[in-house]
């Protein structure tokens, strides 16, 4: 069965099973003591610390093993945070950081600091110049992703460290998804990662934190990796996740080039299988092996299901698939299509005939939800839709316009439902009219400003109404 979701986890590779094996054996006493079985442990994580330094790109006295990626970067940014204390209790971070820095920073803007986010642009990409125009005379730290864990896309992480570093700013950054491919560019201060992002076993986590940088570990005092994670040390575990991101890195360049074409191969065939569909993310500057789109009409949940049970592993940022029935922080803040997300992230190894087969499945099943959704059909031009409006709709004169103006009541669906209603309806609408959705679904305050920039119709915009909120959208042709 492909498994095509390395960005949540990666399947544990060889060597990190191989190391894992064999450290059990060794690497059971505690390093700290000076007896035998302690001194050999104690060479065992000296050796694991200094290679997963040298991949880092750090000295092995200024990395730390955690108990986990989330771990790493609670640990690093309220270290941070606390060190700097009598600079300020400022806070920059970018709109579209994995949660476990969002919730950090909500915790220290709940605790009485302040905070600054960072917008983002359509492909996900911070400006460097907007993110240095955040930067404030009482920053204590200012916290950007290496890439995108949804979309794969790049940030200018040099670019915003050089002026993090005129401003003596230090730069924490969240490497989890990229540190497989390589070192992080740029004069960053503090750096956290995970090791079954890369192949190795789930409960490591890293933190480096640079020689000059102020930091006081947080919670009571422990004499293990620096006070910075307190606890015995998982051994077995940290040898193979330091062996796993050793052989990863061999072999990062090969597999980076042969990865890349297969998402070059999705990016540019799923726009020709199946009608409807938006790829987001930056197309040049991101991860190999990560690539996002969105389809629309589609229940995520749904085609999620049955990529299942055609035997694909998937991931997804829509709503539909979201125990809170909001679309993904990182989508939201793009402005992009949520509803049918799907994310692709290849392991190491997937083999071309996989991702043909995927196309070609995934073809056949989003035309299947469409149909079972009863979406209009797949336009042929800028404005086509077809099918007549559900119920609850009619037309009413446009306010102080006397253009004709349709209501869809789709107050209580989710999604793609109001958007389905809004194509439905728009085919009795003339030009120059105006369809008028009600929902109170969050995902419809993305995906109907996407559908109408993928149709070429005029988005008016939204004002609240009982129950929820109407969005107003003008027939252009």
């Known amino acids: 069965m492909p498994y095509f979701d390395a960005a949540s986890s990666a399947p ?74 009598r600079v300020g209790r400022h806070l920059v971070v970018s709109a579209v950081e994995h949660s476990s820095v969002l919730h950090s920073a909500a915790s220290h803007e709940a605790a009485g600091g ?59 950054v969240d490497a989890a998804q990229s540190l497989a491919w390589g070192p992080v560019e740029g004069a960053w201060s503090i750096l956290a990662a995970s090791a079954h ?34 606890g015995f040390e998982n051994i077995p575990a940290i040898v193979a996740a330091a062996a796993s991101l050793r052989a990863v890195r061999a072999e990062a360049e090969a597999e980076a080039a042969r990865l890349r074409e297969l998402v070059d191969l999705i990016r540019a065939r799923v726009v020709e299988v199946v009608p409807d569909v938006e790829v987001v993310g930056d197309p040049v500057r991101r991860l190999p092996h990560l690539v996002t789109f969105s389809c629309l009409y589609v229940d995520g949940e749904t085609l999620l299901h049955e990529l299942d049970r055609a035997e694909f592993s998937v991931s997804s940022g829509s709503s539909c698939t979201s125990s809170t029935l909001t679309p993904s922080h990182v989508l939201r803040a793009m402005g992009v299509l949520s509803e049918g997300n799907v994310r692709v992230s290849l392991p190491i190894g997937t083999p071309a005939e996989d991702v043909e087969r ?73 030009v120059g009219g105006v369809v008028r959705v009600l929902a109170d679904d969050e995902a419809a305050r993305l995906d109907i400003p996407a559908w109408c920039e993928m149709r070429d119709q005029e988005y008016l915009g939204e004002h609240p109404v009982d129950g929820g909120t109407a969005y107003r959208v003008r027939r252009r042709s």
């Open 12 to 85: 544990l590779h060889p060597v990190a099973r191989q190391a894992l094996q064999a450290s059990l054996d060794e690497g059971w006493a505690d390093p700290a003591r000076l007896y035998r079985e302690g001194r050999r442990a104690r060479l065992l994580l000296d050796a694991a610390r200094e290679a997963a330094a040298e991949a880092v790109g750090c000295r092995p006295d200024e990395l730390s093993f955690t108990g986990s990626g989330t771990q790493a970067v609670h640990s690093g940014i309220y270290g941070s945070l606390s060190g700097r204390r």
């Open 114 to 172: 302040s905070l600054t986010e960072v917008a983002v642009d359509r492909t996900g990409r911070v400006s460097p110049d907007a993110y240095a125009a955040a930067l404030r005379p009482d920053t204590a730290l200012a916290a950007l992703q290496s890439a995108n864990h949804e979309v794969g896309t790049l940030q200018p992480v040099a670019e915003v460290a050089e002026a993090c570093r005129a401003a003596g700013v230090p730069l924490f």
């Open 197 to 230: 992002k890369w192949g190795g076993p789930a409960g490591v986590g890293l933190l480096a934190v640079r020689k000059g940088v102020r930091f006081a570990p947080q919670g009571p005092p422990d004499e293990r990796e620096s006070g910075r994670a307190p």
């Open 358 to 430: 995927f196309l070609d499945v995934l073809a056949w099943l989003v035309t299947a939800v469409r149909t079972k959704l009863g979406a209009p059909v797949a336009a042929s031009g800028p404005g086509a839709a077809a099918g007549d409006a559900g119920t609850g709709s009619g037309f009413e004169a446009g306010a102080g316009t006397g253009a004709a103006e349709f209501t869809v009541d789709s107050l209580g669906r989710l999604c793609p439902i109001p958007v389905i209603e809004l194509a439905r309806a728009m085919e009795g609408v003339p």
